[in-house]
Nanobody, 120 residues
Framework: VQLQACGGGLVQAGGSLSLSCAAR??????MGWFHQAPGAEREFVAT????????SYADSVKGRFTISRDNVKNTVYLQMHSLKPEDTAVYYC????????????????WGQGTQVTVSS
């Protein structure tokens, strides 16, 4: 599974960005988003099950971020609102097989990452 994430950029605090991650095929995979700030470990952001009917979020983004997927377009999205400077990181999409998984080890495939920078 090859994943290609895009949509990052520079935005002011309080603004919004939408990330997308396309794959050749992924309808049977659980999809997740993680982020990694400089010098920090890669952290869970959000995950969505195969059908898109079940989602889970890190507490730090709950109510601000929305994960969704389109299995016809083989694309998973992360809509980010009310962005904060602490959201600044490289964002990675990932594919795996465990519903609700929140750890790096439970995802098998990773995209290359896209930079999100939130200025104060």
């Amino acid at each position: 599974v090859q994943l290609q994430a895009c949509g990052g950029g520079l935005v002011q605090a309080g603004g919004s960005l939408s990330l997308s991650c396309a794959a050749r095929t992924f309808s049977s995979y659980v999809m997740g988003w993680f982020h990694q700030a400089p010098g920090a470990e890669r952290e869970f952001v959000a995950t969505v099950n195969w059908s898109g009917s079940s989602t889970s979020y890190a507490d730090s983004v709950k109510g601000r971020f929305t994960i969704s997927r389109d299995n016809v377009k083989n694309t998973v999205y992360l809509q980010m609102h009310s962005l904060k400077p602490e959201d600044t990181a490289v964002y990675y999409c990932a594919a795996g097989g465990v519903v609700g998984a929140r750890t790096v080890q439970t995802y098998d495939y990773w995209g290359q990452g896209t930079q999100v920078t939130v200025s104060s």
